[in-house]
């Protein structure tokens, strides 16, 4: 596989297209090692095959049509008006929607691929450059990593056999960190680069609920799917399907701006947009597929935890090898296999299995906008049409503040357990 690795760096470096790079470099895996390459066909196909998969089409849809529909251009008022004061404003709101919308779509990269196309085309307008708004948009989807109803928590809480209630609590935490973090390097960022405020000052209250109930129905859609989701009326995937479903009912029925040939259109960018991504993930299933063969997470792992026992230098070094997992690896995976194997580690040293879920999903999660494998990274920089250069570029502001909540984690552990300790009681491991 190291040999694999190689050659996708190589022709990445050589400016070929990444989806070939990823695909070209796992169909060199499967020469090497001789294996049947039906083998690499139905890894393609599953890869795509995933129910949770699925909402990142749906979420992309469902972004078009509010770009079609006026919910966008409403929220983008709202949005003025109320973060029009802060530097990078636009930005500022995707940070916000991202800590309400992420446990809703249930995917990191499907979160990242809505909010580049609801609040990209305004980013541009505002003049913020491609690579710092898909910077914005992919980085603040992270948050889903925590915020509940996280798939990757139920994943891991299943597979580590550790309450999923506590960890739905502790979420909250690390999630609304992330979020002020965030928000803070926009600001910052913002400023660096010239994206000045909107406004000189706040708006006052009148204006701003005026233009509140204008945007009533598009405030209404992010409320009824944290509900519908909340109460389990539906699961995050079906979310998505709602999304269009509403959007549609809205630009047709409340404001009438649908029409047959913006439907059209509507419909052919999304096409465009799911055909891309989708290619990528085939690609990545294949190149994950000669990873998890060649068993270099445990290996890394065993060799690892051989190094030292102290609780924070280990952790620090599992925090690495999940960082670098996440580069190479879908996240799934890697809390499918890493769980069992790490988690009575950290539990050895002292570390509360809760704490540690919440700091082995944020880093795993970080892996979508990392490459090789980083979809997110991949669906942000093609949607905003950017390059992954200019994206990691732009961002790294963004990357640090999310770095920044994992070192948090580590030194005040007890931060994570207060909500779980205060609902449920102090645990007894």
């Given amino acids: 596989m190291i ?40 890894k393609c196909i599953s890869t795509t095959q995933s129910f949770t998969m699925l909402a990142i089409p749906l979420f992309i849809l469902a972004g078009n049509l509010m770009n079609a529909t006026g919910i966008t251009r409403r929220l983008m008022n709202l949005a003025n008006v109320l973060c029009g004061h802060m530097y990078g404003s636009v930005g500022q709101v995707s940070c916000v929607l991202s800590t309400l919308m992420g446990g809703v779509s249930g995917s990191a990269v499907a979160d990242a691929a809505m909010q580049c196309r609801i609040l990209g085309p305004e980013m541009l307008k505002h003049g913020y450059s491609r690579g710092w708004s898909a910077a914005v948009n992919g980085l603040s989807g992270l948050i889903v990593a925590t ?15 550790v309450s999923i209630g506590r960890l739905f609590m502790a979420g909250w935490f ?53 509900v519908l989701i909340r109460f389990g009326i539906m699961s995050p995937t079906e979310s998505g ?10 630009g047709m029925v409340i404001y009438r701006e649908m029409t047959p040939q913006i439907m059209m259109q509507t419909l052919k960018d999304s096409v465009k947009d799911v055909t891309v991504i989708a290619i990528i993930l085939c690609f990545s299933g294949v190149f994950g597929y000669g990873v998890v063969f060649d068993d270099l997470t445990t290996t890394l792992a065993t060799a690892l935890v051989s190094i030292t026992s102290n609780r924070v230098a280990l952790l620090f070094l599992v925090i690495v090898f999940l960082l670098i997992c996440g580069c190479f690896m879908e996240t799934t995976v890697i809390a499918l296999i890493l769980t069992p194997i790490l988690k009575p580690v950290m539990e050895s040293v002292g570390v509360d299995p809760v704490v540690f879920g919440m700091i082995m ?64 009681g102090v645990s007894a491991v």
């Fill in 3 to 42: 040999a694999a690795i190689g050659i996708f760096f190589v022709f990445l470096l050589l400016g070929m297209p990444v989806a070939f790079a990823i695909g070209i470099s796992g169909w060199s895996f499967f020469l090497i090692r001789e294996l049947p390459l039906s083998i690499m066909v139905q």
């Fill in 147 to 161: 915020i509940p109803p996280s798939m990757g928590l139920i994943i891991y809480g299943t597979t580590g056999e």
């Fill in 174 to 226: 690390p999630g609304v960190l992330m979020m002020l973090l965030l928000m803070i390097a926009v600001r910052w960022s913002a400023r660096k680069y010239g994206y000045k405020p909107e406004r000189a000052k706040m708006a006052p209250v009148g204006e701003i609920l005026k233009v509140c109930l204008d945007s009533i129905w598009a405030l209404l859609f992010p409320v009824m799917l944290i």
């Fill in 241 to 250: 399907a709602f999304a269009c479903a509403y959007a549609l009912f809205v």
């Fill in 361 to 424: 999903m944020t880093c795993v999660t970080f892996g979508v906008m990392t490459p090789p494998v980083g979809t997110g990274l991949y669906t942000t920089a093609d949607i905003m049409g950017c390059s992954i250069q200019d994206v990691v570029k732009d961002g790294w502001p963004f990357y640090l503040a999310v770095i920044l909540v994992v070192v948090v984690m580590v030194f005040f552990p007890d931060a994570v357990l207060f909500l779980p300790n205060l609902v449920y």
